[in-house]
């Protein structure tokens, strides 16, 4: 009877869940230019739209050329981080993981208006390249926490093999760590590069509408009325973070980035 009622409590959990994903996908196939659902007719022209409009390619194009510079820079941040704190076991390093994991920890608006008073403070306030690194300093948590599993599933025994064959820091990092982290590298990029591709506070509160990203050019576009295309956006960043993740659970085993293959070898 148990297990009975704890499936059903988890098919209700993914029926609201999945609702209104079906709800806004059904939307975005609708032949008519309304907010209707079940969807009247059948129509593939607000995807098209996304790419034909000026406006929304470039809102996409700006948005990916953000999140790829964004999530390459928080994963240079992450690493040598990550690094210091595996090869250095002192107390006082533990508080660079504390600075690391403070951007987003804060609640997004806090964080938003501290970035928001820094560049205005420094005269940069709605340049293109603040937003990337603010989306880097708050994302910066993703990569690391993944690159410390990576550095923590480590066998010791291989790095000492190494530095007992003559190799110094530098090419046993390069030779035994790297490679073995790797996964993990791609796997904190892959999380940071979906979340900036969907965040909005941070990018409005820094660039204001001077830099339109796509969730910004969503609520623009909201103030002249609704249209299917916002849902076929909408479906673009669920498809777009279905495919990543999907990736990450496929070729970096998802287990072990979230630290069970740790536990099961333990």
């Not at 969807?39 to 098209?48: D, E, I, K, T």
């Not at 987003?104 to 420094?122: N, R």
């Not at 030779?175 to 590069?193: K, N």
């Amino acid at each position: 009877m148990s297990r009975l009622l704890a499936r059903l409590f988890m098919a209700v959990v993914g029926i609201v869940l999945a609702a209104p994903i079906v709800v806004v996908a059904g939307v975005s196939f609708n032949a008519q230019r309304t907010l209707t659902f079940p969807p009247v007719g059948f129509s593939l022209a607000w995807f098209g739209e996304i790419f034909a409009d000026a406006g929304w390619r470039g809102a996409l194009l700006t948005s990916l050329a953000i999140a790829a510079s964004s999530a390459a820079l928080a994963v240079a941040i992450a690493f040598p981080l990550a690094w210091f704190l595996w090869r250095w076991h002192a107390p006082w390093a533990r508080l660079f993981q504390v600075l690391g994991t403070a951007p987003f920890i804060l609640p997004p608006v806090i964080t938003a208006l501290g970035f928001l008073s820094f560049w205005a403070t420094a005269g940069f306030y709605g340049a293109p390249w603040t937003v990337v690194i603010s989306h880097a300093v708050f994302l910066v948590t993703l990569p690391l926490v993944t690159i410390t599993l990576g550095f923590s599933s480590i066998d010791p025994s291989l790095t000492e093999a190494a530095a007992t064959m003559g190799a110094d820091d530098r090419t046993v990092l390069r030779t035994v760590v790297l490679p073995l982290v790797t996964p993990y590298l791609v796997s904190g990029y892959a999380f940071a590069f979906v979340l900036s591709l969907n965040e909005y506070i941070i990018a409005y509160m820094v660039a204001g509408f001077t830099v339109e990203t796509l969730p910004i050019k969503i609520f623009n576009a909201l103030r002249y009325g609704y249209t299917p295309t916002m849902a076929a956006v909408t479906v673009f960043f669920v498809a777009a973070a279905a495919l990543v993740f999907s990736l990450v659970a496929r070729f970096g085993d998802l287990p072990r980035l979230l630290g069970a293959w740790s536990s099961r070898e333990s």
